[in-house]
Each structure stands twice: as C-alpha cells, then as structure tokens.
C-alpha cells in the first residue's frame, strides 16, 4: 500500500517520478482501510526537503499511510514559500486534541542554543507531554532526539571542538531489536552536528537501550520503551547529496569546514558522492511503521488510553 499525499504537494510528483507508490487523498479514501496516522513536526527550515526526505521512506512500506505535516504554532520559517505552509501544515495547537499512531520530531539547526533559550520550548515541551497521550510512539530525530531525551531524562547536550560531518560507521548493538531487523552487524549513517549526548550520561539515565554505536561519533540510535520513543542523533533520512549541499553553502559563505568524512570517492569533493546507507535507511524506518502496526490500537480513540 502506498503513502497517501496531497497531489499538489512537491513530494508527490519527486516520490512518484522515483517509482515510490503514491496515492492520493481522493482515492485513498474509496479504500476499506485504517490508514496509520503518522505526524511529522518539521521543525527544519527547508520545509519541502525534510516532508520529501520522510515521506520517501515512511511510504516504502505494505502499509497505507496517512501523512500529516504540523508546525510550531508562533514560529514562523523565512526558508519555506508562506503559500506551502499555509496549503499543507497544521499548527500545533490545532492538532493536539487529534490521535497519531506515529509522530516524528525532526532536528532543527539551532544546536548552539540551550534548550530552555529555543524561542518555541514551550511548546516543545508540550508536544513532548502530548506524545505519552495521543501518540502510539514517536520517532524523534538529531537535535529533536536529543531534545526528548533531554526533557524525558536529563541527559545533557554537550558542544563538540569540531563539527562531526560526514558518514561514519556504526556497530549494531542489538541484532534481536525489533527495530534492527533485517540490518548488517554495521552500517554507514550521514552525521552532521557539533553537538553530542555521551554514552555513560544515557546509562546512568537508565530506562534507556543504545542500540547503534560510533566509536567515533557516539550513540546514534536510542530506545525508550518507558515513553515508547526511538531517538535518533544522525540522519538516515538524508539525500544522496544532502551532506554535500551543507558543504558547498560553507565553502560558497566563507564558513571553515573540512570535507565530510567518508563521502565522496577518495574524500574528492570534485566527484559526486556515493550512498552507503539508503538500504539500512529503509529497514529502519520501515521497520518502525512495522512495529506501529503490530501494536497501535485498530481503534485510535484507544491511543494513551
């Protein structure tokens, strides 16, 4: 089954013309299914990439999905056409008495800033509050991960001496999860943040399972089962040249950063860059809906009851 999209969202025509099986709202609704809910609160300020980027993978699945897009309600972003937000996002505010099998918390290019400083914390924080009751389970992502893990468990944001950019490899530490079906004993997954969390502060946390690991760039893959959430500090989502469009805007600003680690042939900016991690990209997150499926109430009014 495919993932169901307005047909005038740009994420329609890109995941349609790359064979991802689209459906729209119209027809979608002459079928006799559930659809699962699933949220996306993008907080990324190019709004079109990051839906497109998520829609693409969420809808690879069996199973229909009924993609909505939420934003912050007082933030307004200067990057994204006024007219796409107004077509196609719902405010929080306006979704919070609504029920989601799913939710996903995007990162936010604001990692320098202490949480509680986010001028839209607040709400934040009431979003977070509002997953362990109208949420089934929520995915939250780089800086929106390490926000929850943050508010759920105090595990602090430290500022690294360097950027971590690049594609770094990762050790699977827990074959038998679930949401590791299907992956290799190591995988490739793009990084790009100067922020880390630490692994002893997520032990001493407790409550908490690392499941994917960097020597080098630390946990990346975090479960919480207590408030049924995934916490993801790297970017499986990103596009084939995502790392190397952040490249050429540092270089084209006059902004110091070294070549991201591991992504072009022999470290050469000058040759186009190869995916390593679109496979285990997929098995994630298809495995995550998977997981949605096989525990979501059949009635979502049931959700946090």
Known sequence: MPIRLPADLPAYRV??????MVMSEELAAHQDIRPLRIGLLNLMPKKIQT????????GATPLQIDLHLIRMSAHRTRNTAAAHMEAFYRPFQEVKREKFDGLIITGAPIEHLPF???????ELCEVM???QTNVHHTFGVCWGGMAMIHRFHGVAKHMLPAKLFGCYRHANLAPASPYLRGFSDDCVIPVSRWTEMRQDEIDAAGGLRTLIHSDVA???LVDDPGHRALYIFNHFEYDDDTLKQEYDRDIAAGTPIHVPLNYYPQDDPSQRPLNRWRSHAHLLYGNWINQIYQTT???IDQIGL
């Open 129 to 131: 509050a509002w997953t």
């Open 15 to 20: 995941l349609t013309d790359e064979g991802v």
């Open 297 to 299: 109430p059949y009635d």
């Open 116 to 122: 509680e400083e986010v001028t839209y914390w607040d």
């Open 218 to 220: 630390g946990p990346a």
């Open 51 to 58: 839906e497109t980027q998520f829609a693409r993978l969420i």
